[in-house]
């Protein structure tokens, strides 16, 4: 194994130069699959120890270079870039390569390529550990992204950019060598091309990269976008995966996948996979408005046994330092135990939290990271997951919001509660709501009311100028204005004493039905018989009694239903029942008591009684009767 494990590296010092495209196959990959075999005995191209004795690897910081290298870059370094020519080979996969010279034995590329060695390749022994570090992030990152199994991506990255000594990995950060343009970036190098049947040099572009992790996620796309790939995608056994690269086409070599499989077994890359498959998560939604972060997703992990806290973190992408953290509970995923059963806290992964925005958080942009942890403080042993989205706190635009949360109405009054927070309010410290008829849009009437606190619209809206004293409560007296009617409610911020300038208002969408109140009606208090006495009282309202200025107390046989006989009465004040109906004219005067002797008409019959207004003193002419439910038996 070792034995196999060191003719890997030393094939991978040739320096793989790469896919050829991202989204679209190049032109030079598009001709692989009829081109004819690469690197024959008779090709002699500089080798892999000369290039490594030449170059100079600069920093892998290329974030201010321009996207044109060979505008930027010195002479010595053209010349030496000038001196490697590239070319594909489908041997080690569809990418354009770092070709050394090879043996004039018909003997298969790769063999020779594992029989040259250099005292530079195996310098590159030594620096293992760095490479790997420095993979690692994109290597993750392709998982999540794209479902490429983080081992596989670095065992790739290490055999075809030979340990990030390739001349590409040196100048462009490209470990595979895609052609094209990244971002608008790009080095020029030359290539070997197979045009009308013969071998030509010509200068192509290839990708140029920010770092070593962003070209490993660009080549997960590749595998993504693939449709011939797409059987290896979230694949978690390793051997599987690369096995799979062998059989789809990936490259041509006989052993490509022991290959790949001795580097992650013998660098440990295994380590990588458990670390997506233990530790696992997604966000379902991340947005942000002026006063809340909402989260919504899951994490998962094995053996959260002493991880009992939970909290979301938020790191400030501009600093990348913590900003902010919130604990949790998490909520149940039904959906992600039955994607990850082996992982026990699958079922209980959920995050649905809102994430309050402070005033410094105005213009930045955050990523936010799951922890499981072993202290209240989120603290401690811990293990958390980077999603990986970023969301940008939209700078605060000025809000006028409220709500009309209950309205009640009956027949003498109307009770409404509500809240309204403007950050326009600021100096208007007199609030009114005004009553307005839907039909004619016209103001009903208006009555002042004062603040009261609603921690509930604070906590959604912390940032609202006067949000935790928005609340109001109001009884509005029903009378003729609002009777029948429909009307809606608008409240009112102002700075004056009539608040008919200078305010701010909010309209709130509640249609509010007040019913027409009761034209005729009426009810019997007392109805009884005290020895030869017949006590009765009540009262009796009418809005039709305009003229009717006589009132009598008419006792009916309920037998027949005829009269026995009627009693002039004189109303009585009732300030009851105009509180409880105040639209109608005589409820203040509706009242009558009065007492009956009862004689032989009355004995022995079951009566009820009729109240009468009426214009005649006799009773009759034009009037108006109530006939009360109520009935009694004369002894």
Known sequence: ??????????????????????????????????????????????????????????????????????????????????????????????????????????????????????????????????????????????????????????????????????????????????????????????????????????????????????????????????????????????????????????????????????????????????????????????????????????????????????????????????????????????????????????????????????????????RVISRYAQLPSGEGSAKDFDFGNTVKVPAPTKQNLGSLDNVKVNSNKISMNGWHASDYAQGKNTHYLIVMNVDTNKEIKRLKVNNSLRNDVHSVYPNVYNSGMSGFSAELAVDKSLEGKNFYVISRYTSTTNGNSDYVDYQFPNVVNVPQGPSNLGSIDQLIQNGNILHISGWHISKNVQGLNNNFIIIMNKANNKEIGRVRINRITRNDVAAVYPTVDNAAQSGFDIKVSVDAKLKQKNIYLISRYSNSNSGEGRYVDYQFINSLNIK
């Open 1 to 366: 194994m070792k034995k196999i494990v060191k003719n890997s590296i030393l094939m991978s010092t040739i320096g793989l130069i790469g896919l050829t495209t991202n989204q679209r196959v190049s032109a030079a990959e598009q001709k692989q699959e009829t081109a004819p075999a690469l690197m024959s005995s008779n090709e002699s191209i500089i080798s892999a120890s000369s290039q490594s004795s030449k170059e100079q690897k600069p920093s892998t910081d290329n974030s201010t270079e321009s996207g044109v290298i060979k505008n930027s870059e010195s002479a010595a370094e053209t010349k030496n870039k000038e001196e490697v020519t590239v070319k594909q080979n489908n041997e080690i996969g569809p990418g354009v390569y770092d070709a050394p010279k090879v043996s004039q034995r018909s003997t298969p590329a790769s063999m020779n390529l594992l029989r040259n060695t250099s005292r530079a390749s195996m310098n590159l022994l030594r620096n293992t550990s760095s490479f790997i570090s420095s993979i690692h992030d994109g290597a993750i990152s392709s998982w999540r992204k794209y479902g490429v199994l983080p081992s596989v991506s670095g065992a790739q990255a290490i055999l075809e950019s030979g340990w990030g000594q390739s001349t590409l990995a040196t100048y462009g950060n490209n470990l595979f060598g895609i052609k094209g343009t990244y971002n608008g970036q790009y080095v020029t190098m030359p290539t070997q091309e197979y045009i009308n049947d013969q071998w030509i040099t010509v200068n192509a572009q290839f990708r140029k990269y920010n770092s070593w992790n962003e070209s490993i996620e660009d080549h997960g796309n590749f595998l993504a976008v693939n449709s011939r790939y797409h059987n290896l995608l979230w694949k978690t056994n390793y051997r599987e995966v690369t096995s799979l690269l062998k059989q789809d086409g990936y490259a041509t070599a006989p052993n490509y996948d022991t290959l790949l499989n001795s580097l992650i077994e013998q660098y440990g890359l295994t380590s990588w996979d458990r670390e997506v498959t233990d530790n696992v998560g997604s966000l379902d939604q991340l947005t942000a408005n002026s006063n809340n972060i909402l989260a919504l997703g899951w994490h998962a992990i094995n053996d959260a046994n002493n991880l009992p806290y939970s909290y979301l973190i938020l790191i400030d992408t501009n600093t990348g330092k913590e900003h902010k953290r919130i604990a949790i509970n998490r909520g149940r995923r039904d959906d992600v135990a039955n994607a990850y059963p082996s992982i026990n806290t699958a079922a209980m992964s959920g995050i649905n939290a809102n994430i309050p925005v402070d005033s410094g958080m105005y213009g930045h942009t955050y």
